[in-house]
């Protein structure tokens, strides 16, 4: 967790990833002027976000509203389970919905079933809506792709702080990976080599350009700077690459954390 604006707006940034491709995940929380809080595009509820989250409510009142406002898979994933957890809080959900590879409703996707209300968040700014003292807000979408899914997406302006929250729309990424990245820097080491064989070495430069690859990864899948290596190639070297390389991939990789078939 961080504190963004003192006893008004805190951010907590959680880890998503497969093969040690990891890409920090945000929840927002604002103090809202009446009391409460509200929760924009919650995290997943682990026993360290809810303990968080209880702190804020003891001193700053209960959640009182739970907003997806985007129809992102990685975003919808946790917000109907955190929702589990705040029974009072009003939940709403970003216009367009989707699941595949069946289009499900909300309530079969982990959000509460029963006489909890889900609703959409309205299309218009009018000024009876839930958050008129605290926030401007604008709907983008839904654009619907001719494939699977959709786009779509709510940006919150906070006139108390001059904080916009948006998802997707806007995507920053700095030269250097963010703190909960260097919380266990191994993924970012195991980007750094340029091929399987290599062994690292922990310093700055070394982490550095582990992250620009990890950020390649990340928003492009499929970077133009790799050379895919064969299957016999990459299973001659998966015996030879070094226990100390290994540990870089552990829990994450297959072959005991020793596979990394390209090269760049």
């Given at each position: 967790?961080?504190?963004?604006v003192?006893d008004?707006?805190?951010t907590?940034?959680?880890l998503?990833?497969?093969v040690n491709?990891?890409v920090p995940v945000?929840?927002t929380?604002?103090?809202?002027?009446?009391?409460?809080?509200?929760?924009y595009?919650?995290?997943?509820p682990?026993k360290?976000?809810l303990?968080?989250?209880?702190?804020?409510?003891?001193?700053?009142?209960?959640?009182?509203?739970?907003?997806l406002?985007?129809?992102?898979l990685?975003?919808?994933?946790l917000?109907?389970?955190?929702?589990?957890?705040?029974?009072?809080?009003?939940?709403?959900?970003?216009?367009?919905?989707?699941?595949?590879?069946?289009?499900?409703?909300?309530?079969?996707l982990?959000?509460?079933?029963?006489?909890?209300?889900?609703?959409?968040?309205?299309?218009?700014?009018?000024?009876?809506?839930?958050w008129a003292?605290d926030?401007e807000?604008?709907?983008?979408g839904?654009?619907?792709?001719k494939?699977?899914g959709?786009f779509s997406?709510?940006?919150?302006f906070?006139r108390?702080?001059?904080?916009?929250?948006?998802?997707?729309?806007?995507?920053k990424?700095?030269?250097?990976?963010?703190?909960i990245?260097?919380?266990?820097p191994?993924?970012?080491?195991?980007h750094?080599?340029?091929?399987?064989?290599d062994?690292?070495?922990d310093?700055e430069?070394?982490r550095?350009?582990?992250?620009?690859?990890?950020?390649?990864?990340?928003l492009?899948?499929y970077?133009a700077?790799?050379?895919?290596?064969?299957l016999?190639?990459?299973l001659?070297?998966?015996?030879?690459v070094s226990?100390?390389?290994?540990?870089?991939?552990?829990g994450?990789?297959?072959f005991?954390?020793?596979?990394?078939?390209?090269s760049?």
């Amino acid at each position: 967790m961080q504190e963004v604006v003192k006893d008004k707006v805190w951010t907590l940034d959680q880890l998503q990833g497969i093969v040690n491709v990891n890409v920090p995940v945000r929840s927002t929380i604002i103090k809202l002027s009446g009391g409460g809080l509200f929760v924009y595009n919650p995290v997943a509820p682990t026993k360290e976000c809810l303990k968080i989250v209880r702190g804020l409510e003891e001193q700053h009142g209960q959640v009182q509203h739970i907003v997806l406002g985007t129809v992102g898979l990685e975003h919808k994933a946790l917000a109907g389970p955190f929702s589990q957890y705040f029974q009072t809080a009003n939940i709403w959900i970003q216009p367009g919905q989707w699941s595949f590879p069946i289009n499900l409703p909300s309530q079969l996707l982990g959000f509460p079933i029963g006489s909890r209300t889900i609703r959409e968040i309205p299309l218009d700014d009018a000024s009876d809506n839930p958050w008129a003292p605290d926030f401007e807000f604008r709907v983008l979408g839904p654009l619907r792709f001719k494939s699977v899914g959709a786009f779509s997406e709510t940006a919150f302006f906070h006139r108390d702080t001059k904080t916009l929250l948006v998802t997707d729309i806007i995507v920053k990424v700095g030269d250097q990976p963010p703190p909960i990245i260097l919380e266990d820097p191994r993924a970012i080491l195991f980007h750094s080599r340029d091929e399987m064989l290599d062994e690292v070495q922990d310093i700055e430069e070394t982490r550095l350009r582990g992250w620009r690859r990890m950020v390649l990864f990340g928003l492009v899948f499929y970077p133009a700077s790799i050379r895919v290596s064969g299957l016999f190639e990459t299973l001659g070297k998966i015996s030879r690459v070094s226990s100390t390389s290994k540990l870089l991939g552990e829990g994450a990789i297959p072959f005991s954390g020793g596979l990394y078939p390209w090269s760049w």
